[in-house]
């Protein structure tokens, strides 16, 4: 079965320090993509990135960077220099090949606090 | 911002009444997927429409249903509440239906059942 695991369920860092959360996902297929949101405290899940299966290439983008480890299969976020700004809740996911839609499996989230 | 609108943004509703909660898709997009989303979890899916037919569903009930008209644009309606159908629903829409689509949000709707 699909599933997402995301250990970590709060961090709390100064401002200014790099943060890593953690993603590690089952699954059967080969073929999967992978998936990082933001949910601030509005609610709304913002969209972050989006990497499928085949590709294994690290990704940046500005202060933000994924690490996908296939070996591991573990889809890790990090944040370099983290701002206030970066407070929110992260979930990780991950498509559902299994299902007839366009199903998206979340992990619980990861809660960052990020402290002036 | 996404494009996806959701209303109304919070409800309180009573056990055993019925809701209808609105969303409407990214400019563009045909497909709309619904989640529930209950305090301090991850979103669960609850089903998918596209092009105006159900496409997939989530363990969820039959007093779970929904619509999408031809504009695409959608509603969620839950029969019969519980006090655990309290909950942020969101509503995603995407560009079609295959997997590897990115679901865009909405702000989501807040249900309370008393």
């Known amino acids: 079965a699909q599933k997402v695991t995301q250990a970590q369920t709060e961090i709390s860092v100064v401002e200014k320090e790099d943060v890593t959360l953690d993603c590690v996902y089952e699954?059967?297929?080969?073929?999967?993509?992978l998936f990082w949101y933001k949910q601030p405290p509005s609610g709304e899940l913002v969209f972050l990135i989006r990497?499928?299966?085949?590709?294994?290439q690290n990704e940046i983008s500005g202060r933000y960077s994924w690490n996908f480890q296939k070996s591991t299969s573990s889809f890790n976020f990090t944040i370099t220099a983290s701002q206030v700004v970066d407070s929110a809740v992260y979930f990780c996911?991950?498509?559902?090949?299994?299902?007839?839609?366009?199903?998206?499996?979340f992990g619980s989230g990861t809660r960052l606090s990020i402290r002036p | 911002e996404t494009g996806v609108t959701q209303s109304p943004t919070h409800l309180i509703k009573t056990r055993g009444q019925q809701v209808t909660l609105r969303c409407s898709s990214q400019?563009?997009?045909?497909?709309v997927s619904w989640y529930q989303q209950a305090l301090g979890q991850g979103p669960q899916f609850i089903f998918q429409?596209?092009?105006?037919?159900?496409?997939g569903r989530g363990n969820f009930p039959p007093r779970f249903s929904g619509l999408q008209f031809p504009n695409y644009s959608s509603e969620l309606n839950v029969n019969a509440l519980e006090l655990d159908d309290s909950a942020l629903y969101l509503c995603?829409?995407?560009?079609?239906?295959?997997?590897?689509?990115?679901?865009?949000f909405g702000p989501g709707t807040r249900l309370l059942v008393l």
């Open positions: 995603a829409s995407s560009e079609t239906d295959r997997n590897q689509e990115t679901q865009y």
């Open positions: 699954t059967r297929d080969t073929t999967y993509y």
């Open positions: 990497r499928n299966s085949f590709d294994e």
């Open positions: 996911a991950l498509s559902d090949p299994y299902s007839s839609a366009s199903k998206i499996i």
């Open positions: 400019s563009g997009h045909n497909t």
């Open positions: 429409y596209y092009r105006e037919e159900e496409n």
